[in-house]
């Protein structure tokens, strides 16, 4: 295989995984960022207690985050086929990966959140802010660079779990690695693949952290 | 200006409040004492209901806190400003970012919060600061930033939780300064709670001592110092436990001279008395000299020396033999 072959099969597979990663991330920030802050509100101590829903909303994201993907992406595949009305192709496997990636986002916006002090809440309820406020002026920005590392990760994560998306059919990176490296034996262009993923991650991460950084003022 | 009566406030099986009255008045500073764990903070965040009582009332210029819904109660905190032992700043905002924050919340609009956070900064003494994050700012800048954003919405009340615990003398002493001007200035009630007497020596006219969630006492600074046995006075001015028949002079606001008047050396001469010093100190508390003075009286006439200090209006306490 010469690199004029592989050069459209690259191409093609780069687009597809951007594609799904990009879909995901998109819903995943659309689902896990409020579902993050909803696991912080609702401790006993924070801006809208409710331990029961805190405790339900617990144990959801821990069996999202305990299930393998591999497993998730076929056990969902009605909800695809609801969503999106087919079960295979690029954009029914951005459904299984915005599952997948919801209850891991939302653990590290937790995270990020929690690092928020305590003093600074209250010194904005001590100002009068309502709770919806505190949440969009003192959480969100105050927390923004670990939400943005948080991003980070789940956009490295998710290109790794995009590799699994060959098996609904979603095609990408990964499953042009499995098709011609594993199956026909095509080495090189395995090789290739996979140094295509790791520049990516390295893209991603890079970018991530610059940002992050560039949001610090602590 | 506040009124606190029976309150209480129980965590679990923790009783931080037992039934604490408060009286504040208006334009006073009151200072509010106590070892830690006593439940002073529990009761300052009482004040704005920050935390909600477990009984009793709050009452600040005038309205029920209680008895308000959420709305209201947003509403009346807008003019009770609270500034913080480590200074609580917005760390994504610049400092004139976190001053607006309060004024956004009250909803001024954005063209009026511009010449608003100019004019705070200019009083609080950060005029060239505007544009700086916080981790920029020393402890002291910090701390003027929080009294900047306090007063924000022109409260006739602010609250201070330690807010000179984490300085340095030096700017502890500017910012207290601060806060005094503050208070003639604007005629601000000011509530703080310390462990440092310095701080109650240096701006409150009166002050509370709190332990195990109780007010111990409470006043006006001259007439705790010239109550008998005032726990105040004692830490204020501490002194060891008095040897047998020695006497303890308390200088207090109803004395009508000045401390540093020679009212030892009158007595030497008018009662032919030796005087030997024991200990002591004297200092300007509340606008007035006061302080306490340990002596021993031989020979003369001793018993109407006593009476002559006691006459002037000074608190003298003989230890018994
Ligand atoms: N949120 C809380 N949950 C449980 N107990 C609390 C809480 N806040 C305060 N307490 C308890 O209430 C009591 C009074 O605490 P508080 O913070 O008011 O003391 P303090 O006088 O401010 O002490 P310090 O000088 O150390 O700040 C303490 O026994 C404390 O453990
Ligand atoms: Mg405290």
């Known amino acids: ?218 | 200006m506040i009124e606190v009566s029976g309150l209480r406030k129980v965590y679990g099986s923790v009783v931080a409040l037992d039934g604490v009255d408060l009286h504040v008045r208006q334009g006073e500073i009151f200072g509010v004492l106590g070892r830690s764990g006593a439940g002073k903070s529990t009761l300052l965040r009482c004040v704005n209901l920050l935390e909600r009582p477990s009984g009793g009332s709050v009452v600040v210029g005038g309205r029920d806190l209680t008895a308000l819904g959420e709305r209201e109660l947003r509403r009346a905190r807008q003019g009770i400003g609270m500034i913080h032992q480590h200074f609580a700043l917005l760390s994504s905002r610049t400092v004139a970012g976190n001053v607006a924050f309060p004024l956004e919340i009250m909803g001024m609009p954005r063209d009026r919060r511009a010449a608003r956070v100019e004019e705070l900064l200019e009083l609080v003494g950060l005029a060239g600061k505007a544009g700086a994050y916080p981790a920029q700012l020393s402890g002291g800048q910090k701390q003027r930033v929080g009294i900047a954003r306090a007063l924000a919405g022109s409260p006739s009340v602010l609250l201070s939780d330690e807010a000179t615990s984490a300085l340095d003398p030096g700017t502890t002493q500017s910012i207290l300064a601060l806060l005094k001007r503050l208070n003639r200035e604007f005629g601000l009630t000011i509530l703080l709670i310390t462990h440092e007497m310095d701080v109650i020596k240096a701006v409150c006219d009166s002050a509370a001592i709190m332990s195990d969630g109780r007010i111990e006492e409470a006043g006006p600074i001259p007439e705790l110092l010239a109550t008998p046995g005032s726990r105040l006075t004692e830490e204020l001015f501490p002194l060891a436990p008095p040897e047998p028949g020695s006497v303890t002079i308390t200088f207090t606001g109803a004395y009508s001279g000045r401390a540093d008047e020679p009212v030892v050396s009158q007595v030497v001469r008018k009662f032919d008395v030796d005087v030997n010093i024991l200990g002591g100190a004297l200092e300007e508390v509340a606008g007035v000299s006061a302080g306490r003075l340990r002596v021993r009286l031989t020979g003369g006439e001793s018993e109407a020396a006593l009476g002559y200090l006691r006459d002037r209006g000074l608190l003298v306490e003989v230890a018994p033999r």
Not at chain 1, 5 to 17: C, F, I, K, R
């Open chain 1, 1 to 218: 295989m010469t690199w004029s072959d592989m050069s459209p099969l690259l191409w093609e597979a780069t687009g597809q995984t951007a594609q799904m990663v990009a879909w995901a991330t998109l819903f995943t920030v659309l689902f896990g960022l409020p579902l993050g802050v909803a696991l912080v509100g609702t401790d006993r101590s924070g801006l809208f207690p409710a331990p029961f829903a805190r405790r339900i909303l617990g144990l959801v994201v821990n069996i999202g985050r305990s299930l393998p993907f591999i497993v998730l992406m076929i056990a969902v595949i009605p909800v695809t086929r609801l969503i999106t009305g087919t079960t295979i192709g690029t954009g029914a496997a951005a459904v299984p990966l915005t599952i997948g990636a919801v209850p891991f986002f939302a653990r590290l916006v937790e995270t990020a959140l929690r690092e928020v002090g305590r003093d600074v809440v209250q010194a904005a309820q001590a100002m009068g802010a309502s709770r919806a406020r505190i949440v969009a002026r003192v959480l969100l920005p105050e927390a923004l660079p670990g939400l943005i590392a948080a991003l980070t990760v789940t956009i490295v994560t998710l290109i790794s779990y995009s590799a699994m998306a060959g098996v609904i059919g979603g095609g990408g990176l990964g499953d042009l690695a499995v098709r011609y490296g594993y199956q026909r034996f095509e080495t090189l262009l395995m090789i290739v693949t996979v140094v295509v993923l790791v520049v990516l991650v390295q893209a991603v991460q890079s970018l991530g952290d610059a940002v992050a950084r560039r949001l610090t003022r602590r």
